[in-house]
């Protein structure tokens, strides 16, 4: 089954807009929260990531919000760019295990 | 430049016949995983390793096996390909497990015909 749902799949945005992705798990034995941007033709790669002893974490323009209780987290991109074109995946995960969710690709218009 | 290097960047192989996928890391991480992407299925974990000498299966380990003899490499062999083996494979090492971001390598383009 399915342990990381995250949504939209698909997000177009213009420039200087905000970009929001959600996504929510089911295992409350999770404990790191990370998120990582893929390029066409690269790998994935650690964007910013979170630990549930903390709301919220800033990294730049990158903020997670994290909501324990509703096992729910989301990426915020303040100010996207076009260069934040990419596909984003968020996991959950703790020492055993990291379960990845589908991936949303995003798109910021000039 | 530390990292991971996976070989060969892509392939084209028969189905029925055999291949390894390479992946090497130089960071001294313990933990080393195989996971393939497919389109709206996001990574799937095939086979993971926390530590040299030992291996676990994931999600999809069906018709694929891995080997850890020392810490830097985790070669990941096909035995008989078929079709629905055509993905995107990606290595990743982590310094200890899921607690820590995982570094992935570049990915291996594999078409099973």
């Known amino acids: 089954q399915q342990q990381v749902k995250q949504s939209p799949q698909s997000l177009i945005v213009q420039k200087g807009g905000i970009s929001i992705i959600n996504c929510a798990y089911e295992?409350?034995?999770?404990?790191?929260f990370p998120w990582y941007q893929q390029f066409p033709g690269k790998g994935p790669a650690l964007l910013i990531a979170i630990r549930p002893d903390v709301s919220e974490k800033k990294e730049g323009r990158f903020t997670i919000s994290f909501n324990k209780s509703a096992k729910q987290f989301s990426l915020h991109i303040m100010d996207s760019q076009p260069g934040d074109s990419a596909t984003y995946f968020c996991a959950a995960s703790n020492i055993d295990d990291m379960r990845f969710g589908a991936g949303t690709r995003l798109t910021v218009k000039p | 430049i530390a990292g991971i290097t996976q070989a060969p960047t892509s392939q084209i192989l028969a189905a029925g016949r055999r291949m390894t996928l390479r992946c090497t890391q130089d960071?001294?991480?313990?933990?080393m995983y195989w996971y393939r992407q497919d389109l709206g299925l996001g990574l799937r974990l095939i086979h993971y390793s926390n530590t040299a000498g030992t291996t676990g299966k994931g999600e999809v380990p069906d018709g694929y096996s891995v080997s850890r003899a020392n810490t830097d490499d985790f070669p990941l062999t096909l035995a008989s390909a078929v079709p629905s083996q055509t993905s995107v494979y990606f290595c990743?090492?982590?310094?200890?497990?899921?607690?820590?971001?995982?570094?992935f390598g570049s990915g291996t383009r594999l078409t099973v015909v």
């Open positions: 960071m001294r991480h313990n933990a």
């Open positions: 990743a090492s982590s310094p200890e497990g899921g607690n820590y971001g995982y570094t």
């Open positions: 295992n409350t034995a999770f404990d790191y």
